[in-house]
């Protein structure tokens, strides 16, 4: 009896587990926008890499099951030991802000080996629950930004999967299940056309810092805007205008469910409300501004009900 009774538990758990999804967008809401979007992973692995695995078509093959247009590989290129950097530092443009690698491999031990029970019911749920703002990183972020315009990145360290051995490897997490996670949110005038010059109409966006971060997971991010404006001028994300009177940070989020949203002025919180479809907040003067927004979510079994990361922006750069 009492085998059957643990047999019963573990299957209503993992049915719980199973059920997690996505929080989806109030029906009918999508706002008309001149602005073009599109999303990206950055940060991933191939078999190229001595510690990747798939064929950059398996890769690709992958993005496009997880409805991902742009794919940033990194491959290592060299199967020498890690030896660490050993030269001097370069101009930094931009900032790995949250590792999803880094944060699963910092979770406790015991913690592991829950959410890697609950991984094979639900995994785009099961590392999600390890997810939490690294505030040591974010200050850091905040300070080079006063100093020059840094961009911030969410980076998945995707694999396609944790190798063991030399000679033993997990497929898990796959790249799908990577990409389903989190991605870089392009917000442009300029948008994909599927020819030749995509990439570089990609590097420009990147090199302006015109995109947002989200964990598309908990829900989709798509129509999130942050921009300053002032009459009929704009500055979009990376962006970087004069200090006038009347300038207002315009803050658009999907109505997916209970939010809270920070802006945020040279690292510290300016204002933080309640999630609204559109938010207008008027700038007291000059400094970098960006965008935080925690999403309420309810991850049980493998999790409470808590606020977690959602969505963070890059700045606009507001100079006095």
């Known amino acids: 009896m009492l085998a059957i009774l643990l047999v019963l538990g573990l299957g209503v758990g993992y049915g719980a587990v199973a059920s997690l999804g996505p929080l989806g967008a109030r029906p009918g809401w999508r706002p008309a926008s001149d602005l073009s979007e599109y999303t990206a992973v950055l940060h991933v692995h191939s078999s190229y890499s001595h510690d990747g695995r798939g064929s950059v078509e398996e890769v690709a093959a992958a993005a496009s099951r997880a409805g991902v247009r742009v794919v940033f590989l990194t491959d290592h290129n060299t199967l020498a ?73 969410l980076a998945l360290d995707a694999h396609g999967g944790i190798a063991l051995t030399e000679e033993t490897d997990m497929v898990v997490p796959s790249h799908e299940t990577a990409f389903r996670l989190g991605r870089l949110h392009f917000v442009t005038t300029e948008p994909l056309r599927r020819d030749a010059a995509d990439r570089l109409r990609v590097d420009r966006a990147m090199r302006a810092g015109r995109f947002y971060n989200a964990f598309d997971g908990f829900a989709p991010a798509e129509g999130f805007r942050f921009e300053v404006r002032l009459g009929e001028d704009r500055a979009l994300m990376g962006a970087t205008v004069p200090f006038r009177p009347g300038q207002a940070a315009l803050i658009e989020v999907p109505p997916v469910g209970d939010a809270i949203v920070r802006l945020l002025r040279d690292g510290t919180v300016l204002h933080e409300v309640p999630g609204d479809m559109l938010l207008r907040i008027p700038l007291p003067g000059s400094g970098v501004y960006r965008v935080e927004v925690d999403l309420r979510v309810d991850l049980f079994p493998i999790g409470g009900v808590a606020y977690r990361p959602w969505i963070f922006s890059n700045p606009v750069y507001v100079r006095g």
Do not use: C
Not at 84 to 102: C, S, T
Not at 126 to 135: K, N, Q, T
């Open 81 to 153: 030991p890690r030896l660490g950097w050993r030269h001097a530092v370069p101009k930094i443009d931009g900032l790995e802000v949250i590792d999803v690698f880094d944060q699963l491999m910092a979770v406790p031990f015991g913690r592991k080996v829950m959410d890697l029970a609950a991984y094979p019911a639900n995994p785009v749920m099961a590392v999600l629950s390890w997810i939490h703002w690294p505030r040591a990183v974010l200050a850091r972020w905040d300070g080079m930004s006063q100093k020059s315009p840094t961009l911030g990145v």
